[in-house]
């Protein structure tokens, strides 16, 4: 590690405030493996990565990072990197083989291992329920499309809550409902891999209202922890000063941002512009009771933020060709692109002060029902060459962090831009390499390396930059 980097890590550091959570986050599927070991059904994401053309090279999530077989030496990476919180999600089919009914008690077994060893190293556990691994026989009975599906999950949140009540300190219902509609139902790049384009719309009230049950049985159930949902938000703007751009961005802005947000937050799905009822008619009559099932009080609220999103009125895209995702080349808006910025292994663009637009955004939206926050989720793919030393040299990884990190902690300052919101954490994405969806293993997001024929752990140079953070954070804090 660069003595610039330990400088500017403990420089960051005193910029803290002392009850700031610091941790790293990660998900079931991308990196438990396992899939058909200790009684685990299969998902939606088993089946999807089957058939041909669906992942990269054809790369498989049987293995991944093996983590359900390499539970302590990843608890022991957790604890050297000296983070205050780990957020993990519980596998649905690892719990609940069939989504409904009968509860593994082999899959809850390993969740009991993982928490208990997480708070025997000093790290506060925070539980995703829902990280897109539906179990595959709600799949087949139409999943998020099905209401049923909502349903099931409060049940299957209901067990949970049960078991790990007494020891999980966070809850999140859900992890960006919006990446599950928009790929998996819309454009048919992920699980389960339907390009139903407006149609999926159904999809999204399906997931909230899977939120606002999954929230009201873990209460039930007497949790000690508290509650809230991930979404992913990413800033909108018009790619020029058109008024067809910028009825796009409205529209762009609707279904990434407002759609999930406000009915969660506000108790109501957002006034929607003329010509977007056709689309959004196929959603249905919504009741006034479930939308109060949606919306209720949270303890906190989870954003994830990668990058902004520039758009413009017109058929095709410029960064996804017509030929890869066709159902895209259909829609009548394009993203752009930011091409002032730089880019991350993905191409997504690195701009970090659009972060602090993101926090204000949601202030000025959502006022004062706009609980706590936590960045439940940050990071960036890069591709890493092995240096001559052995390490892995990810300067890039270290400044996206930083930068990042920076950006949030001026913006919610006081006089900052997004002043007045309540910003109490900050989650990496991600503990180490893993099972990056469709990009199978060829994104590699971690702080650790992982050499995916030896399962072979390294840490990174950005790994030794966090733990710096973590520690000097720590010492200034007691
Ligand atoms: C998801 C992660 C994913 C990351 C990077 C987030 O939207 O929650 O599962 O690995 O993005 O693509």
């Known amino acids: 590690m660069t003595l610039e980097s330990t400088d500017s890590a403990t420089d960051l550091a005193s910029r803290i405030p002392p009850s700031f959570v610091l941790g790293v ?75 409904r009914g009968a509860i593994n008690n082999e899959g809850l077994d390993f969740y009991d291992r993982l928490i208990d060893q997480l708070l025997a190293a000093g790290i506060s556990p925070m539980a995703t329920l829902y990280h897109w691994d539906t179990p595959l026989p ?66 999204i009230h399906h997931q909230l209202l899977a939120h606002g049950l999954g929230a009201q049985a873990l209460r039930a159930a007497g949790v000690t922890g508290t509650v809230g949902i991930t ?98 080349a259909r829609l009548p808006f394009h993203e752009v692109g930011y091409p002032e910025y730089g880019s991350t292994g993905f191409g997504w663009p690195v701009a970090p002060d659009h972060l602090g637009v993101l926090l204000a955004e949601l202030r000025d939206r959502y006022e004062s029902a706009l609980p706590p926050v936590y960045i439940t989720e940050g990071g960036a793919s890069f591709p890493e060459p092995d240096t001559v030393s052995g390490t892995y040299d990810d300067g890039r990884r270290v400044s996206y962090l930083a930068s990042h990190l920076r950006a949030a902690l001026d913006a919610t300052a006081p006089g900052g831009a997004a002043d007045g919101v309540d910003l109490r954490g900050y989650y990496v994405w991600t503990l180490m390499d893993n099972f990056e969806w469709a990009a199978g293993y060829s994104q590699r997001f971690g702080l650790v390396h992982v050499d995916f024929e030896t399962q072979k752990r390294t840490p990174k140079q950005s790994f030794y930059w966090y733990r710096t953070l973590s520690m000097a954070r720590k010492v200034t804090r007691d």
Not at 25 to 52: H, V
């Open 25 to 99: 986050a990660a998900a079931a599927f991308q990196i438990e493996g396992a899939l058909r070991t200790g009684g685990r059904g299969p998902s939606g994401w088993d089946a999807f990565a089957e058939k041909p053309g669906t992942i990269i090279d054809g790369h498989s999530p049987a293995v991944a990072c093996d983590h359900y077989n390499r539970l302590p030496e990843d608890v022991a990476l957790l604890r050297e990197l000296g983070v205050d919180s780990y957020r993990f999600s519980l596998s649905w089919p690892r719990i609940q083989p069939d989504g």
């Open 138 to 203: 709600l799949e087949h009975d139409g999943g998020w499309l099905s209401r049923e599906t909502a349903l099931r999950f409060g049940e299957y949140a209901a067990a949970a809550g049960e078991r790990f009540g007494d020891r999980v300190a966070q809850w999140v219902t859900l992890n960006e409902p919006v990446s599950v509609t928009l790929n998996g139902y819309a454009l048919g790049v992920h699980a389960p891999g339907h390009a139903l384009l407006f149609d999926a719309l159904p999809a």
């Open 231 to 328: 979404n992913l938000h990413a800033p909108v703007r018009p790619a020029g000063r058109t008024p067809g751009d910028r009825l796009v961005a409205r529209l762009y802005d609707l279904l990434m941002n407002r759609i999930y947000a406000d009915p969660v937050l506000l108790g109501r799905y957002p006034r929607l512009p003329l010509y977007a009822r056709p689309w959004l008619r196929s959603i249905g009559r919504i009741s006034d009771e479930d939308l109060r099932t949606i919306h209720q009080p949270l303890d906190f609220y989870g954003l994830n933020y990668y990058f902004p999103v520039r758009v413009a009125l017109g058929r095709g895209s410029a960064s996804i060709p017509a030929d890869v995702h066709k159902s895209v």
